[in-house]
């Protein structure tokens, strides 16, 4: 669906889809009713599996260092999917889907916050709002803005993860060359 949805965005109908995924079309309307099915589950797939590989970045005894791997991790994963992700985007702000009880954006809030924190309670950053640091982070490391920085300016993969990872704590109350 990756390619799908990259080169058509959206636009396309379930029997594009099967013969993309190299199934019959009764397959692909047997799993799904419509197109937008379709994509809500493979959001979903794409969330859980970050998320999932997020959590497995052990927490070990430097909240930095797992923060910035966290990043990076991220960062890799949205160069891949991110083409793809940015046409299925939701047109809710991300606060507005989490106190909406939307349960992707909790998945990924329930990550996220807890990394921050660990980087206040370790004096890396300020204490903040979790709502806010978490939008902050969303915003800064938006798929449009890695896949922009990879294909427009070349930049690699850990680059981008290491200029971004730095904005966001100096977003978040870090000075300026103490990212690392």
């Not at 966290?70 to 046409?87: F, I, K, N, S, T």
């Amino acid at each position: 669906m990756e390619r799908l949805l990259a080169k058509q965005g959206g636009r396309f109908s379930l029997i594009e889809l099967a013969a993309e995924a190299g199934v019959s079309t009764a397959t692909a309307y047997r799993h799904f009713p419509d197109v937008p099915a379709a994509l809500d589950a493979y959001y979903t797939q794409l969330v859980e599996r970050l998320v999932t590989h997020m959590e497995a970045v052990p927490a070990g005894p430097d909240a930095l260092r797992r923060f910035a791997a966290v990043c990076e991790l991220w960062v890799r994963e949205a160069v891949g999917w991110g083409p793809a992700v940015v046409h299925v985007r939701s047109s809710r702000g991300f606060l507005q889907r989490l106190r909406a009880d939307d349960p992707m954006i909790g998945r990924l809030f329930g990550a996220l916050a807890p990394m921050l924190a660990a980087l206040a309670d370790a004096g890396f950053i300020p204490a903040t709002s979790a709502e806010y640091g978490v939008l902050l982070w969303v915003t800064v490391f938006d798929e449009r803005v890695v896949v922009d920085l990879h294909d427009s300016l070349g930049w690699p993969a850990a680059r981008i993860a290491s200029e971004l990872t730095g904005s966001v704590l100096r977003a978040l109350g870090r000075p300026a060359g103490a990212a690392g």
